[in-house]
């Protein structure tokens, strides 16, 4: 399984990408879990910048975090689990620290917590 803060591609499409573009996610689940649950929780990554104002709570996330070649954001209203036998083997990218942290205060805003 994936690693808290990887950016891996997935084997079967979500809808966020054209069609014939793997698709990529974060791993957001805590990396004790990784290892005794099924499904990791993750959060779709979307090449459609442009799409998303200011409106939405989404992140801007560097191409080279998300080992893609152009800049994605992370939708974290979209949050969901999946099963890692949906993931392409090995991660393609990794979170810098800050962005990831980012990415959390996101997911609390989200879900309303504290």
Excluded at 20 to 28: F, I, K, L, M, S
Excluded at 61 to 70: A, C, D, L, P
Excluded at 90 to 102: I, Y
């Amino acid at each position: 399984m994936a690693d808290r803060g990887e950016v891996v591609r997935l084997k079967r499409r979500l809808g966020f990408t054209a069609k014939g573009e793997a698709e990529a996610v974060v791993v957001v689940q805590a990396n004790p879990l990784n290892s005794v649950l099924p499904t990791l929780l993750v959060v779709p990554l979307d090449p459609a910048v442009a799409a998303y104002g200011s409106l939405v709570p989404v992140l801007r996330i560097s191409r080279e975090e998300t080992g893609s070649h152009v800049e994605q954001v992370a939708v974290p209203w979209r949050l969901r689990a999946i099963t890692g036998d949906s993931l392409m083997p090995g991660p393609v990218g990794r979170l810098h620290p800050a962005t990831l942290r980012a990415l959390e205060q996101l997911i609390k805003l989200v879900m309303d917590l504290p």
